[in-house]
């Protein structure tokens, strides 16, 4: 079993910054691909960035690519998130997750989730 919980999420303007984190509990949580999907209101849910287990590979979607970056750092129990250059369109519920060697991009693929932390873009 691995436990996640977000947090780091707020209000920020177009063209700031928030960083996101992911505290896992559970003692194999270093053995997983780490990924953070996120959901507008009214939209699926959709891939963010993902991370494997060892921090060797990341990986983004294209919205975010440049702008986002992933890490993780496994002898603290967290993944991270760095949002630079935020817009409007980056207005979401941001989940961190957990699989074991599948497609980082597919949502199905993922065993363990958070609940999630807001982050809102204003214009």
């Known amino acids: 079993q691995v436990q996640l919980v977000e947090s780091g999420g707020g209000l920020v303007q177009a063209g700031g910054s928030l960083r996101l984190s992911c505290t896992a509990s559970g003692r194999t949580y270093f053995d997983y691909d780490m990924g953070w999907f996120r959901q507008a209101p009214g939209k699926e849910r959709e891939f963010v960035a993902a991370?494997?287990?060892?921090?060797?590979?990341?990986c983004y979607a294209v919205s975010v690519k440049g702008r986002f970056t992933i890490s993780r750092d496994n002898a603290k129990n967290t993944v991270n998130l760095q949002m630079n250059s935020l817009k409007p369109e980056d207005t979401a519920a941001y989940y961190c997750?957990?699989?074991?060697?599948?497609?980082?991009?597919?949502?199905?693929?993922?065993?363990?989730w958070g609940r999630g932390t807001q982050v809102t873009v204003s214009s």
């Open positions: 997750a957990a699989q074991w060697r599948g497609d980082y991009e597919r949502e199905s693929e993922y065993t363990y």
């Open positions: 991370i494997t287990w060892n921090g060797d590979t990341t």
